[in-house]
Structures are given as structure tokens and as C-alpha cells.
């Protein structure tokens, strides 16, 4: 009897030491799955970090092209061309173009370095720009060297567009004499497109056409007459409306004394006799030699002021203007000399 109290006893603490066994065993099963869960936890945790660095890389991506320069497709007279806006290699092969970029800060890279306007030589002239040739005959060989990211041009240049565009996007910005003001506008809207410099061109069109207004109802209430003469090599050659020099009738309003002046590049060749029997009072004189070394050469106030244009009403009151040729000759269409151009004029008609 007692022998079986024991067996039973016994039995009962075996019992109770194998629960223990299991519970301790549970236990560390749980402490375990519970750790695994943390290692889990970071992973996902990581996880969500990587989706975040890619967000944040996709959002820095976004904002890189949202800054990056944007493409502008440029329509012009001799074609079109597609390019980066704020160009950093910049040639210029008119003058006009280079005085506007010169007067908004836009850098240039190259440009023909041979007759520059005098009041853009001391800035161009110097080793931080580089020769692209000439007006005519640019060098293609320089160029292609460089490596332009836009290259502007005007009649002077406009033969070798076709090879020109070969090496870089070709812009021709050449003024349109028989709509001055549309193309000028038009021109000036190109550039700042191209620059991102549209409120500074507009600022700047907006002080001109003040002015302008200002001189056309001047010279239209004097009802005076002007007559436009270029000289050259000894000789003259009449300019009326539509010409290159037709701005003084066309958009300033000066009535032109000869309204059957023939247009063309080198204007109407006329004499003394021409111009006496005119007999303009305004008389506007643009001496070509003056910026063009050229045999022959002779003043241009000695060509005009002989014995007959001294009896014109010009001569009498003191109304002939010798207009700068840098500007009326060399640089036409650009933002600064477009600007002494009214200035000259108005010199006169006021």
C-alpha cells in the first residue's frame, strides 16, 4: 500500500517537471518568434527607405528637368532651327544682333573681328572672343572646332547658311528694310526667347517706341521734306522708302522729297544736280568710307557740299546730319543702334 503512495508520488512530480519543461520551452519559442519579428521590422522598415531615397531621387529627377533648358524652335527667313534656350557658345555673324546681345549681357563666343563698329571694337577686339572670319567668308574650320551651340547671321552671311547650319543651329536675324519695325520686333522676340530675356526686351522695345512715336509726329507736323544719300568712292547714291535707309521715312514719318527713289542694295546713283533739283529740307548723309577702307576714299561732306547743295534749303538752315556709319551702315537692327538712329534723327527734325 505504502509502495503504491510512492509510485504515485512520483509519478505526479514527473508530471509537474515535464510541464515545467513544456512551458520553459513555449516560452523560449515566443522570445525567439519575437526577435524575429524586429529583424523584420528593420527590413521593412528599410524597405520603406529605399521607396523613400527612390521617391526622393525621382523628385530630384523631376526638379532637374524641370530646370533644365527647355527647347525652342526658331522660324526664320531662311528656315528653322531647333536649340537649347541660354545657348553658352554663342557667333554672331551681324553686327546688329551682336550690339542687342551686348546690350542685354549675353555672352558671345566668336565673331568676324574686321570692321566692327567702332563703338563695339574695344570689348570684341580683345583675346576673350574669338575670329570666326569675316561677314562674308566665315571659317568654317574655326568653327567646327568650337563647336557653337548657336550661330546668328544676316545677309552679308546668308550664302554660306546651308554649310553654316551643318555645324550648329543657324539663325538668320538680318532686318527686313521694307518692314523695318515688324521684323525688328520679331528679331528681338527671337532673342529673347532664346536667352530667357523677354521682360528686358520688351522694356527695352517699349522706350524705343516712345521715342519713335515722339520724332514721327514731329517731322509729320513740320510737313518738311527729306532726301537720304549715301556716299562713296566720290560718289552718291539716293535711298528712299523701303530701302536699307528707308527707317527715316517709313518709321520715323520724315516725307521723302523723291517718292519715285528706285530700291535696291546700293540705292539710286544720283548727282548734284539730283539733289538741287530736290531740294530737300532735310538732307541725311551716311559716308560709307568712313567705316569701309575703300581706294578713292574722299569725305562724305566733301562729296555733298558743293556749289549746288549749298542752295538747297537743307544747306541754308543748317540741316544736313552726317549720320554715324557705324550704326546706319555697319550695326542697323540692333538694340543700341537703333536707338541713335532716332536720336540722330530727331537731332534734326526737332
Not at 515535464?18 to 518568434?33: I, K, P
Not at 554660306?160 to 528679331?187: C, H, R, W
Request: aromatic share 8%; hydrophobic share 40%; proline share 3%.
Amino acid at each position: 500500500m505504502k509502495k503504491k503512495a510512492l509510485l504515485l508520488m512520483m509519478s505526479l512530480v514527473l508530471m509537474f517537471v515535464l510541464a515545467a519543461c513544456g512551458s520553459t520551452s513555449n516560452s523560449n519559442n515566443n522570445v525567439n518568434s519575437g526577435a524575429s519579428t524586429e529583424s523584420a521590422a528593420p527590413a521593412e522598415g528599410s524597405a520603406n527607405a529605399a521607396a523613400e531615397t527612390e521617391g526622393n531621387a525621382s523628385t530630384a529627377a523631376g526638379t532637374t528637368e524641370a530646370t533644365a533648358p527647355a527647347e525652342v524652335t526658331i522660324k526664320h527667313q531662311l528656315g528653322e532651327a531647333t536649340l537649347k534656350t541660354n545657348p553658352e557658345k554663342v557667333v554672331v555673324f551681324d553686327f546688329g544682333t551682336l550690339d542687342t546681345l551686348n546690350k542685354l549681357g549675353v555672352n558671345v563666343t566668336a565673331l568676324p573681328k574686321d570692321s566692327l563698329p567702332s563703338y563695339l571694337k574695344e570689348t570684341y577686339t580683345t583675346d576673350a572672343y574669338e575670329n570666326a572670319g569675316t561677314l562674308f567668308e566665315p571659317d568654317f574650320e574655326k568653327l567646327a572646332s568650337l563647336k557653337p551651340d548657336v550661330i546668328f547671321i544676316s545677309g552679308r552671311a546668308s550664302e554660306a547658311y546651308e554649310e553654316l547650319s551643318k555645324i550648329a543651329p543657324t539663325i538668320y536675324t538680318g532686318v527686313d528694310t521694307a518692314k523695318y519695325m515688324e521684323s525688328f520686333k520679331q528679331n528681338l522676340s527671337v532673342i529673347g526667347q532664346i536667352f530667357n530675356k523677354t521682360a528686358e526686351v520688351e522694356a527695352e522695345l517699349a522706350a524705343l517706341e516712345a521715342s519713335i512715336q515722339s520724332v514721327n509726329a514731329a517731322a509729320t507736323a513740320s510737313g518738311k521734306k527729306g532726301l537720304i544719300v549715301l556716299t562713296t568712292g566720290g560718289k552718291m547714291s539716293a535711298f528712299g522708302k523701303g530701302s536699307r535707309f528707308g527707317f527715316i521715312h517709313d518709321v520715323l514719318g520724315v516725307p521723302a522729297s523723291d517718292e519715285s527713289i528706285e530700291v535696291g542694295t546700293h540705292g539710286m546713283s544720283v548727282t548734284s544736280e539730283f539733289i538741287a533739283e530736290k531740294n530737300p529740307d532735310y538732307l541725311f548723309v551716311v559716308d560709307r568710307d568712313a567705316v569701309v577702307e575703300k581706294e578713292g576714299a574722299k569725305a562724305g561732306k566733301d562729296v555733298i557740299e558743293n556749289a549746288l547743295v549749298k542752295n538747297t534749303n537743307a544747306f541754308k538752315n543748317g540741316k544736313i546730319a552726317y549720320l554715324d556709319p557705324n550704326y546706319w551702315y555697319l550695326s542697323g537692327g540692333g538694340l543700341e543702334s537703333t536707338a541713335q538712329m532716332i536720336q540722330a534723327v530727331e537731332a534734326v527734325v526737332k
